[in-house]
């Protein structure tokens, strides 16, 4: 039925693709009228442009004319000028949308026009591609028709400074890898001064290679680990200081508040025993949390009934069920606390400082497209996920490829026989043959039985494999073969009887240049060094005669029939099959493709069912027989199908596990973001008492009606515990007390109180202060929930919640342990505010430093010290919070 509408009515894509005729054809109108500008005419349409904008228009409106312009441009600068396909995928990635286009016809050209238009609204425009490589050659070739068209262009690559991070985000266009973009965005919630911050909003972002972006490389999230600055040993020293305490003498315990505090006996000898002037100084912040969790541990944490000691871990009973929680941990410190009372070794804090998946960071854009050669596949999880579904790109010349059926074997010997065999035919025809194995095993094997038949042949299988580029780009010369896992490479085009510029580049590197010399002879850069325009010259000559040769080279390999691709067995994806595919038959080059496959394949053997194992034991087929049959290709398709559910099952699986983080990070990094921008905190912290206040006399007042049976004491002393100064809160006339009117009172003493500290203190100081708590706070209780969600879910699973959705159960935990975070997060700020004093020294620090990241590499950029030398005891500039000496200047 399908078919039958797309046959009348045409595909999605083309019928998308037929709305933009309109807007296509008035750029093409164009042509001529800015052809007749001159240069500098030319360059001043971005003024004129963005005046527009300025005035009202949209990016739609001018949309014509910027295209035009970056026509243009184009082809002064970089001669090229854009095709009329290359136009309408130039408007559906403006619309942020999917612009499949084959290899070979210049995504990255494509690109400019999104690009050039979406920068003209001086939000910033970021193009994410796959390595650090093609970020820096796309920047320098690109970045060329930028600047003639007055944009600037920055790159984030790995080992940048903090300051050349920043800059390069403040250009109206930003090349780099999406690991660099991520990274980046967590470091950036991890500053403590806003001008740290090397990011801008996140506003428009094309995708190069989108597919394996945002759907290979999806499951797994970007981590930054840290040492959390609080030693286990602590807990241990702590543990022993609060068994010497006496209950009622040192510390009170209120089961119905469920909080144990010092009574001020209890404080001073604290500030005694670790030696400390003032317990509720910021700067003690620690020692008197780690005093609270042990009291508490001791004091309202039962073995056998909040918890239970199993394998020599602290396991979580559920107070409703009695089920035991596994991976649950207690928040905040309270966990280790208990480890220490049991006398198990305490496991380290805060070992995740931050994390996201790719998923989430990119669905952060406002506006988000993406671009590559196999997407039509994967469109459900695109449009599902990022809201973006996918328009086929007609190519500017026919594809003439010829794509044949499977041949299906018996066994994978019989396969591999007669796959060498094929090889040896076309390679004495001088036909060039790209072969794509799934694993480096295979091509190994498959190597051993070429060298036997004695076919010289290049494989590729490494991921990052120096000589990769090379070996692809060679691929299509006269009588080459080329066995290559996963078909690596992207970015390089196989160009039928071998490219010029590696044959020239290889020549010269024989005779002595250098890889710098020959990258920057090369490469996009402006040249003004006299070597390297030296070098140039010899380039430009040898690579006119390697160019006649491999021209002469092109015809005799098309007359052989092209690029031959084979398969040795199907991918578990068919995009990755389309992605080996879509190497032969590049801008009308004749090509053809085949895949042999055996019934001991995995993909075979795992989905593809006994129905066609029992089909071939009835034919008797022999081992090197070959079957071809519509049967067996429907099979293996619905096989690969399979697979692709189950994988997009399990990437949507990571997903709802980090929607929950992701709810909960925005909330805090929205907090961090107003606390960095320097707003006025004394609200958000007279919220916070009210919420203490609230609860407090929830409590105290539950359920009695008369104001006179209310617990009063309790509640006063409960709020002497957490923050009020003592003996500033009594009430008169108690019978005529509403829930209202305890509140109104509460407040207004609290208020004074407050008031009192900040005549004290100093306004100005205390608004500061009043930040830096709230930042140490904020950090140390996110990073330590963190872990504790980690922890939740990897023991969700193994718990037997009577058919409960553990993706449920984390959402509900989860979010529970969150109303807790922001409960003590608020506890702890309000408590550290009231007992600051006008000598403490109060400084901006971070909660843990970051030590590395799960992609490799070290968490914090380099910093770069410019001729003005740090101070050996100065704060060291990487931001780690330590001092120079100790730091960078070891």
């Known amino acids: 039925m399908k078919r039958l509408f797309e046959k009348v009515f045409g595909t999605h894509s083309e019928r998308e693709l037929k709305k933009l005729d309109k807007s296509v054809n008035h750029i093409l109108e164009l042509e001529q009228e800015y052809k007749n500008l001159t240069d500098e005419q030319l360059k001043n349409k971005t003024v004129e442009l963005k005046e527009r904008l300025a005035q009202g228009e949209t990016l739609d409106d001018i949309l014509p004319e910027a295209f035009a312009t970056v026509r243009e441009a184009s082809w002064r600068v970089l001669g090229m000028k854009h095709y009329r396909v290359q136009l309408y995928g130039g408007i559906v990635l403006h619309q942020g949308r999917i612009a499949e286009m084959k290899t070979g016809e210049g995504k990255t050209l494509v690109g400019t026009l999104p690009v050039y238009l979406n920068a003209l609204s001086g939000k910033g425009v970021h193009v994410i591609t796959v390595n650090d490589y093609l970020a820096k050659r796309d920047r320098d070739w690109m970045g060329k028709l930028y600047h003639f068209l007055g944009l600037s262009v920055g790159v984030i690559v790995h080992g940048l400074s903090p300051q050349e991070r920043k800059e390069a985000y403040n250009s109206d266009i930003t090349y780099g890898t999406n690991n660099e973009f991520g990274f980046d965005y967590l470091r950036d919630n991890m500053v403590i001064y806003k001008e740290d911050m090397a990011q801008r909003e996140l506003n428009y972002a094309i995708v190069d290679e989108v597919d394996s972006i945002l759907i290979d490389e999806a499951r797994t999230p970007l981590i930054i680990s840290g040492q959390g600055q609080k030693s286990t040993d602590r807990y241990g020293i702590v543990d022993q200081f609060v068994k010497n305490l006496k209950k009622e003498v040192d510390y009170n315990v209120d089961e119905k508040g469920n909080t144990v505090a010092l009574t001020e006996e209890g404080v001073e000898r604290a500030e005694k025993f670790f030696n400390i002037e003032n317990l509720s100084d910021i700067n003690n912040i620690e020692i008197s949390h780690h005093i609270n969790q042990a009291l508490k541990a001791h004091n309202l944490m039962r073995k056998d009934k909040?918890?239970?000691?199993?394998?020599?871990?602290?396991?979580?009973?559920?107070?409703f069920t009695g089920r035991l929680m596994f991976g649950r941990r207690y928040s905040d410190g309270l966990h280790q606390a208990i480890e220490a009372k049991e006398k198990l070794q305490v496991q380290r804090e805060s070992k995740t400082l931050a994390t996201i998946t790719f998923q989430n960071y990119f669905?952060?854009?406002?506006?988000?497209?993406?671009?590559?050669?196999t997407a039509k596949t994967e469109e459900d999880e695109f449009v599902s996920i990022y809201g973006m579904d996918v328009i086929e790109i007609p190519t500017n010349k026919p594809i003439v490829r010829v794509d044949n059926p499977d041949v299906i074997y018996k066994t994978v010997q019989g396969k591999f026989l007669k796959l060498a065999e094929e090889v040896e035919e076309k390679h004495k025809l001088g036909q060039p043959v790209l072969v794509g194995t799934i694993s480096i095993e295979n091509s190994e094997d498959l190597s051993k039985l070429l060298k036997r038949r004695g076919v010289a042949h290049e494989v590729l299988n490494a991921k990052h494999h120096e000589r990769e580029a090379e070996i692809v780009a060679q691929a299509g010369r006269k009588g080459a073969v080329t066995i290559a896992t996963n078909m690596a490479g992207r970015g390089t085009d196989i160009l039928l009887g071998g490219n010029p510029e590696f044959l020239?580049?290889?020549?010269?590197?024989?005779?002595g240049y250098s890889d710098e010399v020959l990258a920057e002879v090369t490469g996009f850069r402006d040249i003004e060094d006299e070597e390297i325009i030296e070098a140039k010259k010899v380039y430009e000559k040898l690579f006119g005669e390697f160019k006649e040769k491999t021209d002469k080279e092109h015809d005799e390999v098309v007359a052989a029939g092209g690029l031959q691709i084979l398969g040795t067995e199907r991918h578990e994806s068919r995009r990755i099959d389309n992605q080996l595919r879509g190497r032969s038959g590049r801008q009308g080059d004749p090509g053809s493709s085949r895949f042999y496959i055996s019934l001991e394949d995995d993909l075979m053997r795992l989905f593809g069912g006994e129905r066609i194992q029992g089909l071939v034991e009835k034919l008797g087929i022999d081992d090197d027989d070959a079957i071809e049959h519509g049967l067996l290709s429907r099979s293996i398709e619905n096989a690969q199908k399979k697979v692709e559910g189950r994988n997009f099952g399990i990437r949507k699986h990571v997903l709802q596990y980090d929607d929950v983080m992701n709810k909960q990070r925005e909330v805090i990094y929205t907090e961090r973001k107003k606390v960095l921008s320097g707003e006025n905190m004394r609200e958000h912290i007279f919220s916070m008492i009210e919420n203490i206040a609230d609860e407090a006399i929830a409590i105290y007042t539950a359920g009695i009606q008369y104001p006179e049976e209310w617990d009063l004491d309790g509640l006063v002393n409960y709020l002497e515990g957490q923050y009020l100064p003592k003996g500033l809160l009594s009430f008169e006339d108690v019978e005529s007390l509403t829930p209202e009117t305890l509140k109104e009172q509460i407040l207004e003493v609290s208020e004074k109180a407050y008031e009192a500290k900040e005549e004290e203190i100093g306004q100005e100081r205390i608004r500061e202060i009043e930040r830096v708590v709230l930042l140490q706070v904020i950090d140390s209780k996110w990073m330590d929930h963190i872990d504790a969600m980690d922890q939740l879910k990897q023991g969700i699973g193994l718990r037997a919640i009577g058919q409960q959705d553990p993706v449920r159960a984390y959402q509900v935990e989860g979010f529970?342990?969150?109303?807790?975070?922001?409960?003590?997060?608020?506890?702890?700020?309000?408590?550290y505010m009231y007992g600051m004093e006008k000598e403490s020294r109060v400084e901006r620090k971070k909660v843990a430093t970051p030590t590395s990241t799960n992609q490799g590499g070290s968490a914090k950029p380099k910093t770069v010290v410019k001729n003005d030398q740090v101070g050996r005891n100065e704060a060291c500039p990487c931001g780690s919070g330590k001092k120079y000496k100790k730091c960078c200047g070891r």
């Open 504 to 511: 020239t580049k290889k020549h010269m590197k024989s005779k």
């Open 363 to 373: 669905r952060m854009y406002k506006k988000i497209a993406g671009m590559t050669g």
């Open 816 to 831: 529970d342990m969150f109303q807790e975070m922001i409960k003590s997060i608020q506890g702890d700020t309000v408590k």
């Open 306 to 319: 909040e918890y239970v000691v199993k394998d020599g871990e602290i396991v979580i009973v559920d107070d």
